[in-house]
């Protein structure tokens, strides 16, 4: 489980409790012993506050993380509701991106599985974004990821019905940034995380105070 850019001492304390981890999205990652964390590209944010990806701003956060060590997964640049416009605008960013990395590609509305498999051993793995509808496509995707040996990350899995759906697709891992909010919250995704892995090794990872996202 990936959550917020917290440094609150006492989500860190119960982050390490849990072996859960933090996926970056804004701040220069320093993880904890042993954390397997995420880097965010910030194209989602950016999309949000209605401006576009900033290159530049994304490879001065890149070159910072860089010096942290190798993440879990990192999500290459995308284009949010690009379809395969961003397919192709990921592709093209590997070029610059550092190859000892494990990139995983944003897959959203608009892409297709006959579209992604050609250029799916560019990437170490597949990210599940895009719209709650195109999210129920998720277990074709994990199924895609799988059988070419690429972990499957869901997105945003801030509910309990989407947990179950990223635990029902096969999900290798997934993110939330709401289990940061308030500390009733968190209470409440290690109750669903603890009913969800009865039934397989979900893996749940938190993201950055200060900068939660939806979801």
Not at 24 to 30: I, N
Not at 123 to 129: H, P, R, S, T, V
Request: aromatic residues 14%; charged residues 25%.
């Amino acid at each position: 489980m990936l959550v917020g850019e917290t440094g609150d001492r006492r989500h860190l304390a119960a982050l390490q409790k849990l072996g859960w981890g933090r996926m970056f999205v804004t701040k220069t990652p320093q993880p904890y012993t042993g954390e397997r964390w995420g880097f965010d590209n910030g194209a989602f944010r950016d999309w949000l506050a209605g401006r576009a990806f900033d290159g530049d701003r994304f490879l001065r956060r890149l070159e910072r993380a860089y010096r942290a060590g190798t993440p879990y997964l990192a999500v290459a640049p995308d284009v949010v509701a690009g379809g395969l416009g961003s397919l192709e605008f990921s592709i093209k960013w590997l070029e610059r991106l550092p190859e000892s990395w494990p990139w995983f590609l944003a897959v959203q509305d608009g892409m297709g599985l006959s579209d992604v498999e050609p250029v799916i051993h560019l990437f170490a793995g597949i990210f599940m974004g895009g719209t709650d509808a195109f999210k129920a496509t998720a277990p074709h995707w994990a199924a895609l990821a799988h059988r070419h040996g690429k972990r499957f990350h869901y997105g945003r899995a801030g509910t309990f019905r989407k947990l179950r759906r990223a635990h029902d697709a096969g999900a290798d891992s997934v993110d939330s940034a709401l289990p940061i909010w308030k500390a009733e919250r968190f209470a409440q995704f290690v109750r669903w995380f603890e009913t969800l892995s009865k039934d397989g090794q979900l893996r749940i990872w938190p993201a950055c105070a200060g900068s939660p996202l939806p979801g």
